[in-house]
């Protein structure tokens, strides 16, 4: 099994080194053959099939989830939208622009769009003309600054 792996992966290399002088269309035709010697390749490595993950292999739906209290984001970008039961304190309001005053103005863009206006990745990415991945590095970076500033601000406790 180690020697057809060493070949998978030699096949591998000198696919992409080909595909690099191929013109389009078998540049097209090799990145799928690739893409199947890498699938292949991830298969005996891994010892099922490396497409599907079994969900031993997932996190949990709370490991991926940010903790934010819904109405609080949606009443610090809507007040004027939000009723009574969800009106901010200035203290409160107070504690968001501090947990925000550390992000560029993008990734503060994305996060009031994503986490206050429940915009979709999609949206976002169309009302700020970048791409998806990009908005997902943007929330990302933004939940990263967020929660090293919840650790160390005096301003965000209780």
Not at 35 to 61: C, F, T, Y
Not at 109 to 135: F, M, N, R
Request: glycine share 6%; net charge neutral.
């Amino acid at each position: 099994m180690d020697e057809l792996l060493r070949e998978y992966r030699q096949t591998r290399s000198v696919l992409m080194a080909a595909r690099l002088h191929a013109d389009e269309e078998d540049g097209r035709l090799m990145g799928s053959m690739l893409s199947d010697v890498q699938l292949a390749i991830d298969w005996m490595e891994k010892g099922h099939n490396p497409g599907p993950r079994r969900g031993i292999h997932r996190r949990s739906g709370r490991q991926r989830t940010v903790t934010v209290d819904p109405l609080h984001m949606q009443s610090y970008a809507q007040p004027a939208a939000c009723g009574s039961p969800t009106t901010l304190s200035d203290h409160e309001r107070f504690q968001i622009d501090d947990a925000l005053s550390t992000l560029s103005d993008r990734e503060k863009q994305c996060y009031i769009l994503k986490y206050g206006l429940c915009y979709s990745l999609g949206q976002i990415a169309l009302e700020l003309d970048v791409k998806k991945g990009t908005v997902q590095d943007y929330l990302k970076n933004a939940e990263r600054k967020i929660a090293e500033n919840k650790m160390t601000s005096l301003f965000l406790v209780g």
